[in-house]
């Protein structure tokens, strides 16, 4: 059974940091791109960031741009998202994903797999 389980996530003050695991069992996705995603109660869930198969290259959202890191350890099957300088409206949960592709994308359609998510609450 294929699983990506996110953690890292909780409760941090405006200016604060969390680092997001996303631990992926049940087959490799070494060959594959990863991206985060958010959402938030009512909203459509949004792309953060993403990295391809070799952590080559990465795509941010302008909103996190500068603050956010993504990278991956395809040895240990592991992706995370290192948070710095959070801000009230970075408050979702956040979803890690598996993409069919080598290639980093935006968009969510060629992600096949994801997590649960995990809460991240940022307090003003």
């Known amino acids: 059974q294929v699983q990506l389980v996110e953690s890292g996530g909780g409760l941090v003050q405006t200016g604060g940091s969390l680092r997001l695991s996303c631990a992926a069992s049940g087959r490799t996705f070494s060959s594959n791109a990863m991206g985060w995603f958010r959402q938030t109660p009512g909203k459509e869930r949004e792309f953060v960031a993403a990295i391809n198969w070799n952590g080559g290259s990465t795509y941010y959202a302008d909103s996190v741009k500068g603050r956010f890191t993504i990278s991956r350890d395809n040895a240990k099957n592991t992706m995370f998202l290192q948070m710095n300088s959070l801000k009230p409206e970075d408050t979702a949960v956040y979803y890690c994903?598996?993409?069919?592709?080598?290639?980093?994308?935006?968009?969510?359609?060629?992600?096949?797999?994801w997590g649960q998510g995990t809460q991240v609450t940022v307090s003003s």
């Open positions: 994903a598996a993409s069919r592709t080598t290639v980093a994308s935006r968009s969510r359609v060629v992600y096949d797999y």
